[in-house]
């Protein structure tokens, strides 16, 4: 077995690989932009883990990896156009760099290029592969449209929100891991309890990715603490702490914000106080960590010899952040 | 055998009772708004007929021919938006009603939908199915990446025009053929057949609404006549007109949509005088009529009974507005 760093290295390769027609230019030059804009793989890299725990070839499982990079990939050059977002991973989006009539275009083929990729899977799995990638590709659009949908609506429940971020992040882990798994030749009980295991992995480690917006540090979230705050982002902390505030502090949470008499660093400050109140960060830390060790014990389940699951426990501390 | 009514009939029939999720409604409602618009389904009812022509059942076939129809309206709603037109089919357009941000993801859901339709095929029959309609779909991007570069370009071979409209609108109705043959049982040799027939009745399809654009009526057109040439687009007949011309006539084909001193009436008339004055109407003519015929002389050679083309020569005539 290969620990992740290996994988990651075989993937890149592969990746490196990646044979593209050279015409249109501007059809095929963004993707290969983006697919080479590195980031962490952390889905590919979960495909070949679980392939590999389960005793599978990863390379039978390199154009499934591929294809859920691709994938991923495609979701955030549309995602950068109807975000107006003109960085990604520190050089220009796709759509800052050529308009966003190629974002949409060669993101479209970017997704025709992922079930091209599919089709590289062992063909007796196909369908079943299929069957794991079109509802997950279906559930992202889903968490896409409902986030969008978010930003225009006063309430929103914290169920709701658990629910997209399931659906815009955490479907295309547990998808991932599924595809992986199966590939692997592990059981349908085994494949469900892979995915179960990526999904709770996927909703902690988006929870964590709110709590450090706020309150982590430069080293650990990679930027300014407090963004989230400034943009009067309806994150994890800020609805929770909406469900248990009293309608003074929902006020204060609703528009300091727009307030043009506060510095940045006193709005921070004065939503962080409302969040401290009520105890927040707790609340969203403990739930972090039922997450977290949800998804552990899931592993301690699976009917392969736990020394088997090593990389998978030690790439969900790698993405968590944490020390073995 | 039924006719291209009654396949019709068929396809709506099955269309209408289409199931989509009712949330997000921002996502499905557009959907359902853009596949209810109508048209003639050219795409789905070629492939039912094809299906049937082999001897299939067409109800094997019905998951892919709504298929293909999602997939051509998916690349409707994304063109839309790339070419900023507000309505289609005599109604706003998906990106007029809603923005482009719901065109576009609402589109990327209408490609995915497209795939989990195609699980509907015949399960043998998957993974060839898949082989020509993937490869379809890159090729339909590639068109569509053509014709935009096209027009920032000066200079554009009538070659290249040839192939853009290929990619752009014939290999989808050459694909749908071909998997309704597949479906339909067809050998691999009536297979490649009927895609070769389809591809050269969408390239004669193609051409000759070019030329009906300058040189119809508003009756077969369904809109004023003359609007390629006030927009200075490069259609086959401006491109085959420049490769004849000489410098001074393709001058006058430059700049003339841009001329302000001249009516549109005028614009129109001074374009048509030098596409007559060497002979491109009838150059263009004489082409379509060679790819109607080729069309359908390839039909006479297929493995199955003359009658049982019937219908596929009576599509061929009703696409192209010609009495039997």
């Known amino acids: 077995m290969r620990n992740n760093d290996q994988i990651l290295d075989l993937f890149e390769n592969y990746l490196a690989q990646m044979q593209l027609p050279e015409e249109p230019e501007l059809l095929y030059n963004p993707i290969i932009y983006a697919m080479s804009g590195g980031g962490k793989r952390i889905r590919p890299v979960l495909l070949l883990l679980a392939c590999e725990a389960f005793g599978g070839d990863v390379t039978d499982a390199m154009p499934a990896a591929l294809a859920v990079e691709m994938f991923h990939n495609f979701t955030l050059l549309h995602d950068d156009i109807m975000d107006n977002a003109v960085v990604r991973r520190g050089k220009p989006s796709v759509y800052a760099k050529w308009g966003s009539n190629v974002a949409i275009l060669s993101g479209d083929a970017m997704m025709i290029e992922a079930y091209k990729l599919l089709r590289g899977v062992p063909e007796d799995k196909l369908a079943r592969i299929l069957d794991i990638f079109t509802p997950m590709a279906?559930?992202?659009?889903?968490?896409?449209?409902?986030?969008?949908?978010?930003?225009?609506?006063?309430?929103?429940?914290?169920?709701?929100?658990?629910?997209?971020?399931?659906?815009?992040?955490?479907?295309?882990?547990?998808?991932?891991?599924?595809?992986?798994?199966?590939?692997?030749?592990?059981?349908?009980?085994?494949?469900?309890?892979?995915?179960?295991?990526?999904?709770?992995?996927?909703?902690?480690?988006?929870?964590?990715?709110?709590?450090?917006?706020?309150?982590?540090?430069?080293?650990?979230?990679?930027?300014?603490?407090?963004?989230?705050?400034?943009?009067?982002?309806k994150?994890?902390?800020?609805?929770?702490?909406?469900?248990?505030?009293?309608?003074?502090?929902?006020?204060?949470?609703?528009?300091?914000?727009?307030?043009?008499t506060l510095s940045d660093e006193e709005k921070i400050q004065r939503v962080k106080a409302v969040y401290d109140k009520y105890d927040v960060p707790k609340v969203i830390n403990q739930q972090i960590a039922v997450r977290f060790e949800r998804a552990l014990s899931i592993l301690d389940t699976l009917d392969i010899p736990t020394e088997r699951t090593e990389y998978l426990r030690a790439y969900a501390q790698n993405l968590m952040g944490r020390k073995k």
């Open 235 to 260: 994150t994890c902390l800020m609805l929770n702490t909406m469900s248990r505030a009293t309608e003074e502090d929902r006020e204060v949470l609703r528009h300091t914000h727009l307030d043009e």
């Open 138 to 233: 279906l559930q992202v659009c889903e968490g896409q449209q409902y986030d969008m949908d978010f930003e225009k609506i006063q309430k929103v429940a914290v169920a709701e929100y658990m629910n997209m971020i399931e659906l815009k992040t955490s479907v295309l882990l547990a998808g991932s891991a599924m595809i992986g798994a199966v590939i692997g030749n592990a059981s349908e009980e085994d494949c469900r309890k892979i995915y179960r295991y990526a999904l709770e992995l996927g909703l902690a480690f988006q929870l964590q990715d709110d709590l450090l917006d706020s309150y982590g540090t430069v080293e650990e979230l990679g930027k300014r603490i407090g963004g989230d705050i400034l943009e009067g982002k």
